[in-house]
């Protein structure tokens, strides 16, 4: 029985387990149930129930259902609670989204976005919407010319390890309106590194740009402004440190804005004045007050002083602390050096008025003297002291102003007075003439207020004008005895007057009777009468002279000579036209010395023409003259200026014929060069070139410096040396033959040999071993043979180059880098100075390769007959027209007396050399159109001087 009721406990207490989990894994799962009590009463009882004392075998598994509930119970609670605090974070991250003053948003490298917070409408004016369909990417909205920086700003952040990056860049919204924006975004990859996502915020910073820009411009305004000014505007600290400058102060002082800044104020004072003005700044910089036009001296950099004036006022935090002063600086000097002028000046024009020899008197407007100069004060001694007295009472002793006072009229009209006027002089027996002359005194207002008084004695000029009477009869005495005949028309032309000589010319008696009379009553043959009333009226008419008419002329006994004639406007004050003055010189003396001098040149001309020497005149750089022999050699050259000559210069010469010309150009004397030319209107059709040996030489021709340039045709002489250097090459030729033979015929004689010893041995089989060794050795003699062929072979086979831009400091490197090994062995060291920056040259890198090595190789060879190793320096530099390489060592050098042949083929002066290496090396130079030089070396040595056109050519 107790059995059975255990066992129906157990059931209960199970059922009451079960439904409180129910009930509390419910409460968890749902919420709005709300039953937490009954499911803890149903824990609770299910616990009391196990709790009870049950002992039975059956109770243990139960409890460990018990304990799984408990555990899926917990597992619940935890998962709940993470939903719940996720949930938590969710809200709290769409209030904060919500709530920030910023645009949240999830994108991809494409431009498309894939979340957008609600504001994106109200920011750019576009629905979310458009953005989520994809019908707008952003993209769209960012300015084209803003990418190019977005996308690098992406791509730099690929490169770090947390992706994230600030941009800023605009965009046009739907309004049209454009906005700056601030956008901070981090990259989000996905494996294996592809970029997956974007996610950021985006900042409105369009107020924050504007008051930036608004800041610039500010502060452009203020620079303008200070950099525009007339003045200098500084700033400097507490301690009198200049921290800004305006560059006016170069204007100034002479120094660069930078070059004061950190300097203290005062050291720019004169040191003079340092001291004094140094005090006097710094007491006003305890004070902290403002100050004004502080005056003080400079010292300008080149040493003269410079006076300012000085304002400032204090720069104070908010606390009034000084933190230093801002203000600016007027040069002053020359105000200062005006007010000192200006003192200068009234001392000085007080001097003048007292020195001036006219009689000067100021009036006030009731005649009252106010001042008299020193002049009228000594006129008048017996009436001292004049000022203060009426002018009437000291010039007239009178007590009342003259009838027709020229004071009077003046303050009455304010127009100024002259008239001559006569006075007695205390200290003249004789009355004395005056030039009265009145000015009236005027103020600001414009009222008149006095009267300036100034006679000047006109006594000598009186007894002057009967001097210039005299002087007029003098001058009409000279126009008589001129060897030029003169005269003088009218605007009518008619003869107002001339002198004796053109009297004379149309016989009067005297130049009285031709006055009034016009050409046509002169005894002139009618067409000369015309011509000449018509040059009287061009010349009126234009108010221009005609000058040196040169032109022949009867005269009145039927004579004709040749006059140079020159007619002027006669020009009245106002510069208008009052007639015609004519000049005329008779010149038939000098047409008879010209004629002459064209009868000495005209003979002169046909020796020059008839000289077997080609002769040109260039003349500010125009061909003037050529003779005939000139045209012989190049056809009548249609030519303008001396550059022309270049039209028929052989092609090979016209660099030369350029330097030729530039010789002229620059008037160089003295010019000598020898050129090919292509003579035009050649009858020959293939133009075969002539050489000329021209000489420029500096002479005078017709009165003006110009260039005389003989020509000489030196084509027999240039052919006559060719047959010489044919010669000299045949006899070149024989000496390679001779060495090819030689070279040949030693391994001939030693293959002959051998075959005489194989022919001996050829039949005994205990002979075999040293008929084998004997045929060996004559096969290599035979490839010694083979080898001479060989190299003979490739010198006289044109090289093909295979020509491209080259790095020849890299050729140069990589020659010394193969030599390296046997130059070690040698004990020759090698240094090299390659120039930076070296121009590329079309060359055959291998070839050029080529060449260096065996340079270098012959210069060791060189160094080891010395037995004691040696140096070598290889040298790339830029030429102006070629790329130069310079190898030299420190050997024995090159004989004088051979250096002129090294580079023949086959010659050599070692035994075991062959001659043919620097021949090889010159072949490959030449053909790259480039040049060997060889010198003594600095070093001791030899030096060689490759030279390499930076021009592509071909083959020499």
């Known amino acids: 029985m107790r059995f059975k009721y255990s066992i129906l406990y157990l059931l209960l207490s199970i059922m009451i387990i079960i439904s409180g989990s129910m009930f509390f894994i419910g409460y968890f799962l749902y919420e709005d149930t709300r039953h937490l009590f009954v499911a803890f009463a149903g824990m609770l009882l299910g616990i009391l129930g196990i709790g009870s004392g049950l002992t039975f075998s059956i109770i243990r598994p139960l409890r460990q259902l018990q304990q799984r509930a408990f555990g899926v119970i917990r597992n619940i609670s935890q998962r709940k609670a993470g939903e719940r605090a996720l949930r938590e974070s969710e809200e709290n991250y769409r209030l904060l989204v919500k709530q920030i003053p910023a645009l949240v948003f999830k994108g991809y490298a494409d431009w498309s976005v894939d979340f957008f917070d609600e504001k994106i409408e109200a920011f750019a004016g576009y629905p979310k919407a458009e953005f989520d369909a994809r019908n707008l990417t952003w993209k769209d909205l960012v300015l084209p010319e803003d990418q190019p920086e977005m996308k690098r700003r992406l791509l730099e952040a690929l490169k770090k390890k947390n992706g994230a990056y600030v941009r800023e860049y605009r965009i046009r919204k739907k309004s049209g309106e454009i906005a700056w924006l601030q956008e901070r975004s981090q990259i989000f990859l996905q494996p294996p590194g592809r970029l997956g996502y974007i996610s950021g915020v985006f900042f409105d910073i369009t107020d924050r740009k504007h008051g930036e820009e608004a800041l610039r411009q500010s502060e452009k305004r203020f620079k303008d402004i200070a950099d525009n000014a007339l003045q200098w505007v500084w700033e400097v ?31 720019f004072f004169h040191p003079d004045d340092r001291e004094k003005l140094k005090y006097a700044a710094i007491e006003v910089f305890a004070a902290k007050s403002p100050f004004r036009e502080f005056v003080n001296r400079n010292l300008h950099q080149d040493g003269r002083s410079v006076w300012l004036s000085t304002s400032g006022t204090p720069i104070l935090d908010d606390q009034g602390r000084l933190l ?21 000046n009234e001392r000085f024009l007080t001097s003048v008025f007292a020195s001036i020899q006219d009689h000067i008197t100021i009036l006030d407007q009731d005649l009252n003297i106010v001042r008299v100069n020193s002049v009228r004060d000594r006129a008048y001694p017996q009436e001292r002291p004049q000022v203060g007295k009426k002018c009437y009472e000291v010039l007239h002793h009178a007590n009342r102003p003259c009838q027709d006072c020229s004071a009077l009229r003046t303050l009455a009209t304010g127009e100024p007075t002259q008239r001559i006027v006569t006075l007695g002089l205390p200290h003249q027996e ?10 009236p005194l005027i103020n600001t207002a414009g009222e008149v207020t006095g009267v300036v008084e ?16 005299e002087r007029e009869s003098m001058l009409s005495l000279v126009i008589n005895t001129v060897p030029q005949v003169i005269f003088w028309k009218d605007l009518n032309s008619v003869y107002l007057g001339c002198n004796q000589n053109y009297a004379r010319a ?31 009226r061009e010349v009126m008419q234009t108010g221009q002279a005609k000058y040196h ?36 010189e008779d010149i038939t003396e000098r047409k008879q010395l010209e004629a002459a001098i064209q009868e000495s040149e005209r003979r002169f001309r046909g020796l020059v023409e008839n000289l077997p020497l080609g002769i040109t005149i260039i003349q500010e750089g125009r061909l003037v003259y050529q003779n005939p022999e000139q045209e012989r050699l190049f056809g009548h050259l249609q030519i303008q200026t001396c550059r022309d000559l270049l039209l028929c210069v052989h092609p090979d010469d016209v660099a030369k014929a350029e330097q030729f010309c530039l010789a002229i150009a620059a008037d160089l004397c003295q010019t000598d060069i020898t050129l090919r030319f292509l003579p035009l209107n050649s009858a020959n059709p293939e133009k075969k070139s002539i050489w000329v040996n021209c000489r420029a030489s500096c002479i005078d021709y017709r009165g003006q410096k110009a260039m005389l340039i003989n020509m000489v045709d030196v084509t027999r002489t240039r052919e006559l040396e060719f047959l010489m250097r044919v010669r000299e090459k045949m006899a070149s030729l024989g000496q390679v033959a001779a060495g090819i033979a030689h070279e040949i015929r030693n391994p001939l004689s030693g293959i002959n040999v051998f075959l005489e010893s194989i022919k001996e041995n050829f039949q005994d089989p205990e002979n075999a071993g040293d008929v084998v060794e004997l045929i060996e050795a004559a096969q290599s003699t035979s490839n010694k043979i083979e080898g001479v062929i060989k190299r003979v072979l490739d010198f006289s086979r044109p090289t093909e180059l295979r020509l491209a831009l080259s790095d020849i400091n890299q050729a140069v490197d990589d020659a010394i880098k193969l030599s390296a090994t046997k130059l070690r062995k040698e004990k020759v060291k090698v240094d090299c100075t390659l120039a930076a920056d070296l121009p590329r040259v079309y060359a055959d890198n291998q070839l050029l390769e080529q060449t260096i090595i065996n340079m270098i190789t012959n210069a060791a060879e060189a160094l080891k007959a010395t037995g004691k190793g040696g140096r070598i320096h290889i040298a790339t530099q830029a030429a102006k027209d070629a790329v130069l390489i310079t190898i030299k060592d420190s050997g024995p050098g090159i004989p004088p007396a051979i250096r002129d042949k090294i580079f023949d083929p086959f010659f050599t002066t070692r035994s075991d050399g062959s001659g043919i290496g620097l021949s090889l090396c010159q072949r490959i130079i030449t053909d790259h159109g480039g040049t060997i030089e060889v010198a003594p070396a600095d070093l001791g040595g030899t030096q060689f001087v490759i030279r390499l056109p930076r021009e592509k050519r071909g083959p020499a």
Do not use: C
């Open 454 to 469: 100034v006679a000047r004695d006109i006594t000598g000029q009186k007894q002057a004008e009967e001097a210039v009477r």
């Open 430 to 439: 004789d009355p004395r003439y005056f030039n009265l002359s009145t000015f």
């Open 549 to 584: 008419q040169v032109a022949t002329r009867q005269l009145a006994d039927g004579r004709q000579i040749w006059v140079d004639g020159t007619k002027i406007p006669l020009l009245a004050g106002d510069d208008t036209v009052m007639g015609v003055l004519g000049v005329y």
């Open 324 to 344: 230093g002063y801002r203000g600016a600086d007027t040069d002053i000097t020359e105000r200062l050096q005006a007010e000192k002028a200006l003192q200068e």
């Open 237 to 267: 600290d507490a301690r009198g440190k200049f921290t800004y400058s305006s560059p006016m102060v170069e204007n100034l002082l002479g120094y660069k804005p930078e070059e004061i800044l950190n300097h203290n104020f005062y050291e």
């Open 506 to 536: 149309a016989d009067l008696a005297s130049p009285a009777e031709i006055v009034g009379k016009t050409e046509h009553e002169l005894p002139w043959r009618s067409e000369e009468t015309e011509v000449y009333v018509a040059e009287d």
